[in-house]
């Protein structure tokens, strides 16, 4: 029986709330887990634009992620979605990818048909020091690497991103990239939060409360905030890339694109160091 933390069933919330765009791994969950699914499915609200702002997230880290390339990918907060090994399998490279236990635990079986001997899982907490040296021991001298995060950032406050961040400035140097969408704004969380779509009190708390004290207050209070670490910093407004995601996405009204991309940036960080 697998007990996971407050924190890791986060992951089960974005592969529920994934499930139409990602049916094959909602439906391995709901096979292997039905226990855990269900106790997190029967607790949100399955809104369409709160579906499509993660459908968005990932199709623009995507093409983030495509334009720099890299040898190794790391995701770092992996939990239950498939974009890096997805991202690796098209560049051809290898991924490394991280969370706490309870969740890997589910990942080995949940992900074992897409398994392959380029994709190593590690179980560990980002802010631990350890965790670190392992990462570093599985990437190979001189390789390229392209760290990926969605989805983590916003459960630490500013001194634990800055440890998170100084660590990836240390893994991406030799002209590697760290790209990310969590840009948390507070005016994102105030919204956020007058509109609790999870009765599942204890998982609201971790989501919103969590991030509550962790936020920036503007776009450019957080590209200062990692300008001020050594990266080179470019943030991609989703509203920028319109004309991108209507064409990814042609089922979908403008309306609900706009909406759904209204707290989505991208950002890009370069260690040119
Ligand atoms: C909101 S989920 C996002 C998961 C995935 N990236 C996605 O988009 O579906 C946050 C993830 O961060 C992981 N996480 C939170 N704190 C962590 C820590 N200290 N070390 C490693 N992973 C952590 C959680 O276990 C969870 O899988």
Redesign the pocket.
């Known amino acids: 029986m697998i007990k996971l933390s407050a ?2 069933k ?2 089960l ?3 529920c709330k994934r499930r139409e765009i990602d049916p094959t791994t909602y439906s391995r969950l709901s096979q292997l887990f039905p226990d855990l699914i269900v106790e997190v499915d029967d607790h949100i609200e399955h809104d369409d634009i709160y579906s499509l702002e993660l459908q968005i997230r990932q199709i623009l880290i995507e093409e983030a992620v495509l334009k720099v390339g890299g040898d190794v990918i790391v995701e ?6 498939s ?1 890096g090994r997805d991202v690796g399998n098209t560049l051809d490279a290898d991924v490394l990818e ?3 236990p309870g ?1 890997m635990e589910i990942r080995e079986r949940a992900f074992s048909h897409t398994h392959s001997d380029k994709i190593k899982l590690l179980s ?4 631990n020091g350890q965790l670190w040296k392992s990462v570093r021991e599985a990437v190979p001298k001189g390789a390229r690497v392209c760290v990926v ?4 950032l916003r ?1 630490f406050p500013m001194n634990e991103k800055r440890f998170i961040a100084e660590k990836v400035f240390d893994l991406t140097l030799a002209d590697g990239f760290w790209i990310s969408c969590d840009v948390t704004l507070t005016e994102m969380l105030k919204v956020e939060s007058s509109n609790p779509d999870i009765r599942d009190r204890e998982l609201a708390s971790t989501v919103l409360a969590g991030a509550s004290n962790n936020s920036f207050a503007s776009k450019a209070d957080c590209i200062s905030f990692f300008a001020g670490l050594g990266f080179s910093v470019d943030l991609l407004s989703a509203v920028d890339a319109l004309p991108s995601l209507l064409k990814h996405l042609p089922r979908c009204s403008y309306e609900d694109i706009l909406e759904a991309s209204r707290f989505v940036n991208i950002l890009t960080m370069t260690n040119s160091q």
């Not at 770092?76 to 979605?81: E, M, Q």
């Not at 560990?124 to 802010?127: C, E, P, Y």
């Not at 995060?149 to 983590?152: D, K, V, Y």
Request: proline share 0%.
């Open positions: 924190v890791e986060t992951a919330l974005t592969a770092l907060g992996c939990g239950l979605s974009l991280v969370d706490l969740i560990g907490d980002v802010l995060c969605e989805g983590l459960y």
